[in-house]
């Protein structure tokens, strides 16, 4: 019986780990936060960032750097209008690869943050997929937290670090 209760106890501490990674930093009162429908997402504008290497030959113009709301891998509007754009010139250049690099801002837990990044890199896949991209033509990787593109514990550089980059 002792041993049973030392099992449940385990079993209880590591769940309880568990969750508190993933629990949010504070209310909405305390942080801000306004709580969106899913469909209409966005974290700023979309940007165009430096992305150096690319197999891509859209226009410079279009966005090749996607941003996410806070805890999710869902893309807005503007991201989804983008990635049209990529899809059409790589089902015409079907020999090109593109990898998908996915982010995420520095809080949540280490493993936490590469899952995510690891999901919205495969949001931006499976849309590219949809558009009728060739899967086998995209790479994704997940840095999570460790590669910021804006330094800082603020609200502007977690906006900036919640992203996917196509190269």
Not at 2 to 13: S, W
Not at 67 to 74: G, L, N, P
Not at 99 to 105: F, K, P, Q, T, Y
């Amino acid at each position: 019986m002792k041993n049973q209760l030392l099992k449940y106890g385990a079993m209880v501490t590591f769940v309880a780990a568990l969750l508190s990674g993933c629990s949010s930093t504070g209310t909405e009162e305390e942080t801000g936060a306004t709580t969106m429908p899913s469909e209409s997402v966005a974290t700023g504008t979309v940007g165009s960032g430096d992305v150096s290497g690319s197999t891509l030959g859209t226009d410079s113009s279009v966005p090749r750097v996607f941003y996410f709301e806070f805890d999710k891998a869902v893309l807005n509007a503007e991201a989804r209008a983008a990635l049209r754009l990529h899809g059409e010139w790589l089902r015409a250049h079907p020999a090109a690869t593109v990898r998908l690099e996915g982010h995420a801002d520095e809080r949540g837990t280490r493993e936490y943050n590469m899952a995510l990044g690891e999901r919205r890199a495969n949001a931006v896949r499976d849309f590219l997929v949809q558009e009728g991209v060739n899967a086998a033509a995209m790479e994704v990787i997940s840095y999570g937290e460790e590669s910021p593109a804006a330094m800082g514990s603020n609200d502007a550089s977690w906006a900036l670090n919640r992203r996917v980059e196509m190269k």
